[in-house]
């Protein structure tokens, strides 16, 4: 046998039988509580005193005896009881001389009762071996060491490290770690124990002593220093306090008995894994072993929290925080040179222990976060129901602090939020051919793991779609706010404009429009007012391009990225957004820039036939950011066609006007309620079938909003047709689904009219039409006829039947002539034309039998001839009562006065009408002064009207008083043009004799005038 294996076997033995003797008859032998011996926790001095334990052996005499100072003596090998509340401080030193390994072991017992249940070593100095890293940072203790055991539960055994094993022993004279890596399990039976891990080097403190709280009764210290031979300029100092506590539960483990702490279920068979449920209704807490206190060393221990039932429609996510910077303080495993940690906030760099928290219920799961440092903890925050936090503890550490508490809490979500998926994948579409054309997209509401990339792709169902986008939120965290200079190093937010990547690609341009990235320093459009309102929808719209953006096509993609950092943020990259699909698609042809962005042309050439609504483009609204919107959609057919609207779907709500079927005109039409016609809310639609310049009402309507049942049917008497959709003072929260409608239209064949027959000599004219065959359509025959005046010269029409413009002035089966002044779109007079088919009783009167054995036309015609005076009506044009040169609506007065005439006819029936073209026998001048025309050389009395000489005593009445045809102006020897004619000549003869008298003259005068026959000399001009 070698000698130096002979001496430690010595040294072994010597120890053991010094420890077994302590154990019998040294301090804390003792355990009576009489008069006659001392405490517990007190030594017996062999004069009979009783001085603490804690006093043997540390260089003081305190029993006066110096028997507990005796020659020798070590306080090491010793185990250490002490009352509830007091603190007593331990100084460990070394023999001054020795060649053996030194080891100290001491064991501090809390005995029960009034010794307490619970031990706290505090360490006040600490500065054993040192700690050093190899080349994958993995750190060990050389050169002495410091190791605390607790065993698996609590005891009233003492034992001591020696029966441990000698391997203790040999790895100190070897100095070789020996501490393997302990599990998270190990061999639970009733007298094994876990390995732990060494604490060597110096004492880092963060302000404060390095405390340790025991779970159980029973800790044991045990310092090993390898022989003096092998020690450098490492010095070895230990001091610290034990103190024990009651086991009555304290407030700051257990919280209050109210309120109590759930620290979760003890995983069988493991050092410190637990299981949490429940936290929903429960206050859990993850806490590290030994909490407030330090934990030990090489263990790992697993917290899993679940929560696997939800209310419906909802998901559990588990939310990990800790608002209290003082509680998680885990080593970094890097030095400043004041020998605190460097690191006084949390980060991912960590050489030794470490957090892992796992998005699941295993290690397998994609990790959501790792750090370790000091410093508060903001919300860690689950994708689904489990989540399972892993704390490493290395095997070698220096002494510190480390200790961990984190907040559990469950928090209930919708099942459709957005999540990163198991497999990583954060990815995510949304389909605008789907019924949800609007919501909101966000930054998944849990942690996102470092490296991951989340988009978001929009795809409009059509090519006519865009996507419309703007900002609520956006945050990246800056960690260099002292510098300009984006590093892009937290998470970045780029916005990929797929249609215009497209155009760009097929252009020569050098400047990429089609991808806009952002970052820490820098942030996209932001329409922050919008979070204030419900669905987002502000007062104040979101514009563009200020507030928001629309993509060029209608694919949108948005990647957010999250990077790898050091630093654990305060606070996690975020955005939130609200998209809404465009529908920009109109049926017809655009009209071009020079007209409304909603103004369409439908042309019979391009189809007889289709569908048109009222755009579905939020811009054109209140919500897009117009107040107003005026969409007009024209009809041009050929000469022959007419036009057919259907209206299947009316939205036109109003306060301000309206609509009602006018059985006169056989159309629906609009009345103002307000006095203002500009009020703050009008919408309607008005459709006008227009001929040259003259716009007449095919129908209006405002002041609907439900659905029709039947649709309404619109058919105009020429080809060029007009249909307006006006909404004035839309709010910031009206769109298309608040104003609307949806119509079809049809070219049709044109009605005939040809069966009138019109008779005009220029000053007078005449209209006579016969309507035939009219129940055979869904809709009343219409025809119209333009009536036009010479120059300078008004019209004025007579009619064969009466007026129909008084309320219930004709029968609604009545036929009608409708008159409309050139310019104007209301009609100025209605006529109704066959009331003399109705009695007093509104019963049809019966025809005589020559009457009825007539042809349809003759008895029609006949009853007109017969009509009464009191059955015709007559009227003036519009710009007969105007003096000015303006007509009423601001239209300008031409030369040449017009009136469109339109027949009505719902039955058979016969239309006359006839004018004269007459001027006015008086004028004003511009100065207000009335002068008598000149030009009005016969004049109807009645009508204070001039007509043209040519209709004076023609042997027609157009006077209605006859006054034009009357005997006295009338004779029949024309005196009056005799004497003119008389005039006439004896003027042209005068003139004659005259001009032939002179020329004689002047003949004579020229054959007596002397002719000189001298030469003259002319005298030069100079002289």
């Given amino acids: 046998m070698d000698w130096p294996l002979c001496w430690a076997l010595l040294a072994l033995l010597s120890l053991t039988a010094q420890d077994v003797l302590s154990q019998a008859t040294g301090p804390g032998a003792t355990a009576n509580t009489d008069g006659s011996g001392c405490k517990l926790s007190e030594f017996q001095c062999e004069n009979g005193r009783c001085v603490a334990l804690n006093k043997y052996c540390d260089g003081t005499d305190d029993c006066g005896d110096t028997s507990d100072e005796a020659m020798g003596c070590t306080n090491c090998n010793r185990t250490f009881f002490g009352e509830i509340g007091s603190k007593n401080p331990i100084r460990i030193a070394e023999p001054f001389q020795r060649n053996l390994p030194f080891v100290c072991t001491m064991h501090f017992v809390a005995a029960g009762a009034e010794y307490g249940d619970i031990v706290e070593l505090t360490f006040l100095n600490f500065q054993v071996g040192s700690l050093e890293s190899d080349r994958n940072q993995s750190a060990s203790c050389y050169n002495g060491h410091l190791a605390l055991t607790e065993p698996t539960s609590s005891s009233p055994i003492v034992r001591t490290s020696q029966t441990r094993g000698f391997n203790q022993f040999l790895s100190a004279a070897g100095r070789q770690p020996v501490a393997a890596p302990l599990s998270s399990f190990y061999d639970g039976g009733e007298l094994s124990e876990p390995e732990f891990g060494r604490f060597c080097g110096d004492l880092i403190t963060t302000g404060g002593p390095v405390i340790f709280f025991s779970e159980r009764n029973n800790v044991t210290l045990q310092v090993v220093i390898p022989n003096r031979a092998s020690l450098h300029a490492y010095s070895f100092n230990l001091y610290l306090t034990y103190r024990f506590h009651p086991s009555r539960p304290s407030r700051t483990r257990y919280g209050d008995a109210n309120d109590p702490i759930d620290l979760g279920l003890r995983t069988p068979g ?18 590290s072993p030994n909490f407030p206190g330090f934990y030990l060393r090489n263990f790992t221990c697993r ?54 928290i796992y998005d699941g219920a295993t290690p397998r799961a994609s990790v959501l976060s790792r750090f370790c440092g000091s410093g508060a903890l903001s919300e860690i925050v689950s994708s689904g129901p489990e989540v399972t936090v892993e704390l490493n503890s290395a095997g070698a550490q220096q002494l510190y602090a480390s200790k961990l508490e984190l907040d559990v809490e469950v928090r209930f979500v919708n099942v459709d939020e957005y999540r990163v998926e198991s497999g990583g994948k954060c990815s995510f579409e949304i389909d605008g051919s789907r019924a949800r054309r609007r919501g909101r997209i966000y930054t998944p509401n849990h942690t996102i793991p470092p490296n991951t990339t989340c988009s978001f792709h929009f795809k409009g169902r059509g090519i006519h779609d865009r996507v419309w986008l703007y900002f609520l939120s956006y945050f990246v965290e800056d960690k260099q706010r002292w510098s300009n200079v984006e590093k892009c190093d937290v998470a970045s937010l780029e916005i990929v404009d797929v249609g215009a990547q497209a155009l760009f690609q097929d252009s020569n341009s050098s400047m990429d429009l089609s991808v806009r990235r952002f970052c820490e320093k820098t942030s996209p459009r932001i329409c922050a007012r919008a979070a204030e309102f419900p669905q987002n929808i502000p007062l104040r719209p979101c514009r563009l391009p200020d507030d928001s953006y629309l993509s060029t096509g209608s694919d949108l993609i948005i990647r957010q990225k999250f990077y790898k950092s050091s630093d654990i943020p305060l606070r996690r990259s975020s955005f939130i957004a609200r998209y809404e699909f465009v529908d920009t698609e109109q049926a017809g042809v655009d009209m071009g820039p020079h007209h409304g962005p909603c103004h369409r042309h439908f042309q019979s050439s391009t189809s007889k036939f289709g569908h048109f609504a009222s755009p579905k483009n939020v811009f054109m609204y209140g919500r897009g950011g117009s107040e107003n919107i005026t969409c007009s959609y024209y009809f041009s057919g050929m000469a022959s066609e007419k036009l057919r609207i259907y209206l299947t779907n009316l939205n036109l709500p109003t306060t301000q006007c309206s609509h009602f079927y006018d059985e006169a005109t056989q159309r629906y039409t609009c009345r103002m309620i307000s006095s203002r016609p500009n009020g703050p809310r009008i919408s309607m639609i008005q459709v006008t ?37 006006t909404v004035q003072g839309m709010s910031a929260l009206e769109d298309f689904n608040n104003f609307s409608f949806e119509a079809s239209y049809e070219f049709r064949p044109a009605t005939s009219c040809e069966g009138g027959t019109a008779r005009s000599n220029g000053s007078e004219g005449e209209l006579t039409f016969v309507a035939k065959d009219v129940n055979s359509q869904d809709t009343p025959l219409r025809c119209r006829w333009y009536i036009e005046s010479s120059p300078k010269k008004y019209l004025y029409l007579k009619f064969q039947g009466h007026d129909g413009s008084r309320a219930a002035a004709c029968n609604p089966m009545a036929n009608k002539f409708v008159v409309y002044a050139d310019g104007i779109s209301d009609p100025v007079a ?194």
């Fill in 270 to 287: 493991s050092f410190c894994d637990r299981t949490f449920d429940n936290c929903n209704r429960n206050k859990c807490k993850i806490r």
């Fill in 303 to 356: 917290f899993t929290i679940r929560h696997l039932s939800s209310p419906p429609g909802t998901q559990a996510q588990i939310v990990l925080s800790q608002k209290n910077e003082y509680k998680i303080s885990i080593y970094t495993g890097r030095n400043s040179p004041g020998g605190a940690s460097s690191q006084r906030t949390l980060t991912s760099d960590c050489l030794g222990d470490a957090v892992r």
């Fill in 689 to 725: 079938d227009h001929w040259g310049e003259t716009f007449t009402p095919m129908g209006c309507f405002c002041n609907t909003t439900s659905q029709l049942r039947k649709p309404i049917l619109i058919e105009s008497v020429g080809n060029n047709v007009t249909l307006s959709f």
């Fill in 830 to 1023: 209605i006529v109704c034309t066959d009331d003399d088919n109705i009695n007093a009783n509104g019963d049809a009167k019966s025809l005589t039998t020559d009457a009825f054995h007539a042809s349809k036309e003759q008895q029609l015609l006949q009853q007109q001839r017969q009509l009464p005076p009191e059955q015709q009506f007559d009227l003036f044009s519009l710009s007969w009562y105007n003096e000015s040169e303006r007509t009423p609506r601001g239209v300008t007065r031409r030369n040449v006065d017009r009136v469109l005439v339109e027949a009505i006819a719902v039955k058979a029936g016969a239309f006359k009408v006839r004018w004269l073209e007459v001027t006015k026998p008086f004028l004003r001048t511009s100065s207000g002064l009335t002068l008598r025309n000149v030009n009005c050389l016969y004049e109807c009395p009645e009508l204070s009207a001039c007509i043209s000489p040519e209709l004076w005593c023609d042997g027609t009445v157009h006077c209605p008083s006859g006054h034009d045809e009357r005997p006295e102006h009338c004779q029949q020897f024309p005196v009056m043009y005799l004497a003119i004619a008389l005039g006439s000549l004896l003027a042209v003869v005068v003139i004659a004799t005259a001009s032939v008298l002179l020329y004689c003259r002047r003949h004579k005068d020229r054959k007596t005038r002397e002719i000189p026959t001298n030469d003259v000399q002319l005298e030069p001009p100079n002289s």
